[in-house]
């Protein structure tokens, strides 16, 4: 008799011989390589670090494509945007100290967006290890604790038999729903040590379905088909699990209203008559949002953009659906279903009744109204006219990437996204320069379509030096810099509160001349030619940078009421 657990899977003759006789000259870091290769990675970025050798040394003995970027922050930004646009894992090859802890902004932006990064860094020397001070260039006590705060797992290694188990288990960590960064250490002797192991040709690291207790979704079900006013609020766990299409079917089944997060943007149609758009920095949403009977949260933890700074307080019962534990009715209690989006969604469909709601378009319109009377009220037409020209200029299925920015913070409420997984911002942690080199990432992951990359002239000086990533790698990124002369937002918010600025305003270069130093088309442009200068660079292939010097405005908050 056999049972399942007997069933092992045979090598092949061919690979019994490769085992058998594995090729001469192999490192540590074709272990490493071998692995990744094995998983399906078929592009690694990062930035090699004295250490990390042996690593990218084993690359140039592999399939796998190498994008190098200038600074190991914007690698994390770019390995990031390749996670959230092909929802496959992306390794990002580090040094030791600097090199590694450099990253540590993006990886920070990961994991708030729940994108899977595979992060393996380089250690010193497994002599050096255990916390005493030997002296070695790069050298920490504890590297891994400045990363144990911030990446859903770490993985050691200290022997290089232990390089396929660990990477496989990291990669199985990062695709797990929630998706995630991840953390993996090989020190740099085993990483340049020669190897006699055979070549690695099979890894299982098949992520961990997050399906939800059938009691949970029959409770949901229940409530949200015998609700009067139902709304959904839809966050980046839709996007990130692909739930866009059972997400609207749900919605028309109860005629509920739909809110998407920022996080969220695409998860919904923008036009659609249940739409409430991306609204949720305005009192008209969340007085509509608090009015609902049962509100249904897929895929958001409720923070803080997502619930007006936290002065949305929910009247009725609240059903929040979330892979990321740690968010499961951290700010609002709720009947909490752990699960992945897409798999609750499908439960609720086969579970929840139809209803009838003649009034909840009407209603959906009557917000919608107020929202864009309050908004035009404030004479706000240049930061429209902005948008609006962004939007026509950027083809349907092209994805977009927003530094903090104050046409950024714009977009999140106003832009419409068409279609999911295709605007993505750094609202999730706020760290600045993530446009540009996270937009680099996506052309790598898709080079059929081209990518809008839209930054401030703060933010565009974190990663200017990423224009030589994009000319070198011929990158179809057009990267839209709203120069401003200093951090804008900050700018406002500093008026606000102070009655004046301080440490806001920057000497800045000429955008487009260093753009074209770096062999990058740059073109100036002004509100009125955004549009036709926007569209014409973005149909033109490869890098360029289009300049609209501008001080845009914000409209008003409505939570300081």
Do not use: C
Not at 111 to 131: D, E, H, N, Y
Not at 279 to 297: C, G, I, S
Not at 346 to 374: H, S
Not at 468 to 495: C, F, P, S
Request: hydrophobic share 45%; net charge negative.
């Amino acid at each position: 008799m056999t049972h399942d657990h007997d069933l092992v899977l045979r090598p092949t003759p061919a690979q019994t011989q490769a085992a058998l006789d594995p090729p001469a000259g192999r490192n540590g870091g074709d272990l490493v390589v071998e692995t990744l290769t094995g998983l399906g990675a078929t592009t690694v970025f990062g930035l090699p670090g004295q250490h990390a050798l042996g690593m990218f040394d084993a690359l140039s003995r592999s399939s796998l494509r190498y994008v190098g970027l200038r600074v190991e922050n914007n690698a994390g930004f770019a390995a990031d945007a390749y996670g959230r646009i092909t929802g496959e894992a992306a390794p990002l090859l580090l040094s030791t100290g600097p090199g590694a802890l450099t990253s540590l902004a993006a990886l920070q932006e990961a994991a708030a967006a729940s994108a899977p990064v595979l992060a393996i860094s380089s250690q010193i020397p497994t002599t050096g290890l255990g916390g005493g001070r030997h002296g070695y260039l790069h050298e920490l006590p504890d590297q891994q604790a400045s990363f144990r705060g911030i990446v859903k797992s770490v993985h050691t290694v200290r022997t290089q038999s232990q390089i396929p188990s660990a990477i496989a288990a990291a990669w199985k960590s990062a695709l797990t729903a929630p998706h995630g960064p991840v953390w993996v250490e090989i020190p740099q002797d085993v990483l340049l040590a020669g190897t006699d192991l055979p070549v690695v040709t099979a890894v299982d690291a098949t992520p961990e379905d997050l399906a939800p207790r059938p009691e949970l979704t029959a409770v949901a079900a229940d409530l949200l088909s015998k609700a009067a006013r139902p709304a959904i609020i839809a966050g980046g766990g839709v996007v990130r699990a692909d739930a866009a299409g059972k997400l609207l079917q749900l919605a028309e089944r109860l005629q509920a209203p739909v809110v998407t997060t920022f996080g969220g943007k695409g998860a919904f149609p923008w036009e659609h008559p249940l739409s409430l758009q991306s609204w949720l920095e305005d009192r008209h949403t969340t007085d509509f949002l608090e009015d609902a009977d049962v509100l249904l949260v897929v895929g958001s933890g409720l923070g803080e953009l997502s619930s007006n700074y936290h002065t949305f307080k929910p009247r009725g019962r609240v059903i929040q659906i979330e892979a990321d534990l740690g968010k499961l009715e951290s700010n609002h209690p709720a009947l909490g279903v752990h699960a992945d989006a897409r798999l609750a969604l499908q439960a609720l469909l086969e579970t929840v009744g139809e209803r009838t709601d003649p009034t909840a378009a009407e209603r959906v319109r009557t917000v919608l109204d107020k929202v864009a009377e309050r908004i035009g009220s404030q004479e706000l037409t240049l930061e429209q006219q902005v948008l609006a020209a962004v939007r026509r200029a950027l083809p349907d299925d092209s994805p977009s990437f927003w530094d903090m920015t104050i046409l950024a913070y714009w977009a999140w409420s106003a832009f419409d996204a068409r279609g999911a997984n295709t605007m993505h911002s750094a609202q999730g942690a706020g760290g600045l320069g993530y446009g540009f080199p996270a937009a680099l990432g996506a052309a790598v992951a898709d080079p059929t379509r081209p990518v809008l990359a839209v930054s401030g002239d703060g933010g565009a000086l974190y990663s200017i030096a990423e224009l030589a990533a994009a000319r070198q790698h011929d990158l179809n990124v057009t990267w839209l810099i709203v120069d401003d002369g200093g951090y804008g937002i900050l700018r406002e918010y500093m008026k606000d509160a102070f009655g004046r600025p301080t440490a806001t305003e920057l000497s800045r270069p000429d955008y487009v001349a260093l753009a074209e130093s770096f062999g990058v088309p740059g073109v100036r442009t002004s509100p009125e030619t955004l549009e036709e200068d926007l569209a014409q660079a973005l149909a033109t292939s490869g890098p360029s940078v289009v300049l609209l010097p501008a001080v845009l405005r914000m409209f008003a908050p409505t939570h300081l009421d």
